[in-house]
C-alpha cells in the first residue's frame, strides 16, 4: 500500500516555465514532509522540507505548498532550468519511529 | 561535514559469491539505513538501525546480512545473490533529536551487478 501518492509520473517543463509536482497522504501521524532531488546515477538529495504548522516554504526558485485539511502537498519550482532536469520524491514521516514513506517520484525534464 | 561515504561505487558478482558493501558518516547521526532502489523506482527502505540496534527489517531474504559495528559505520553483507538483486544500494543516515527523525542524507549508492 502506498502511503504517500505522487503526480505527475513524468513532466516536461520550457526553461523558465514553473514545474509542479503533487503528494498527498491519508496517515495523520505525518507531520514533516521532505522533497529529494535525484540525479542519475546519483544518491536523493533532501531539496526542501515543511512541517504542517506552515502552509508554505520557500528556499530560492523551490516552493513547498501545505495543504493540511486536504492531505496534500506540493513542490514548485519556480523559472525552471534545464539543471534541474531529475527525478523528484516527495516523502514523509510520522511523529514516532524512524521511517521515511516516498512517493513514487517524478521524471523532470525542463526542455531548453 | 554533511556527508555520507559509500564504497564501492560499483560492484559486480557472481552468484555465488560473498561481497560486502559498506557505509560511513561521521555526522554524529544514530539512525542508518539501507535502501535498495531499482531504475525509475522510489528508495525501497530494507533495514534501519537505531542506535546501533536493528530496529526494522523490512521482509528482507536471508542472502542480506546487515551489521552495524559503530556508531559511525554499516555493512550490507552479500552472498548467493540472484540477478534480480541488481540495483543501487542507497545507504541513509539522520539525526535524531527527541528520539525521532527528520532530515535524512543519502549516500551515492552502490552500483550493484549479480551475473
Known amino acids: 500500500q502506498q502511503q504517500v501518492k505522487q503526480s505527475p509520473q513524468s513532466l516536461i517543463v520550457q526553461k523558465g516555465g514553473i514545474s509542479i509536482i503533487n503528494c498527498a497522504y491519508e496517515n495523520t501521524a505525518f507531520d514533516y514532509f521532505p522533497w529529494y532531488q535525484q540525479f542519475p546515477g546519483k544518491g536523493p538529495a533532501l531539496l526542501i522540507a515543511?512541517?504542517?504548522?506552515?502552509s508554505e516554504k520557500k528556499e530560492g526558485r523551490f516552493t513547498i505548498s501545505f495543504n493540511k485539511s486536504a492531505k496534500q502537498f506540493s513542490l514548485h519550482i519556480m523559472d525552471s532550468q534545464p539543471g534541474d532536469s531529475a527525478t523528484y520524491f516527495c516523502a514523509a514521516t510520522p511523529n514516532t519511529g524512524n521511517q521515511f514513506y516516498f512517493g513514487t517520484g517524478t521524471s523532470l525534464t525542463v526542455i531548453p | 561535514d554533511t556527508e555520507v561515504t559509500q564504497t564501492p561505487k560499483h560492484l559486480v558478482m557472481g552468484m555465488t559469491n560473498k561481497k560486502s558493501l559498506k557505509c560511513e558518516q561521521h555526522m554524529g547521526h544514530r539512525a542508518m539505513y539501507w535502501y535498495k532502489q531499482k531504475a525509475k523506482k522510489p528508495p525501497e527502505l530494507m533495514f534501519v538501525y537505531s542506535y546501533e540496534k536493528l530496529s526494522i527489517n523490512e521482509s528482507v531474504p536471508s542472502r542480506f546480512s546487515p551489521e552495524c559495528p559503530n556508531s559511525s559505520l554499516l555493512n550490507l553483507h552479500l552472498h548467493a545473490l540472484q540477478p534480480e538483486d541488481s540495483a543501487l544500494y542507497l545507504c541513509a543516515s539522520s539525526p535524531t533529536p527527541s528520539g525521532r527523525v527528520y532530515e535524512q542524507y543519502f549516500g551515492p549508492g552502490t552500483r550493484l551487478t549479480v551475473t
Open positions: 515543511i512541517r504542517p504548522d506552515v
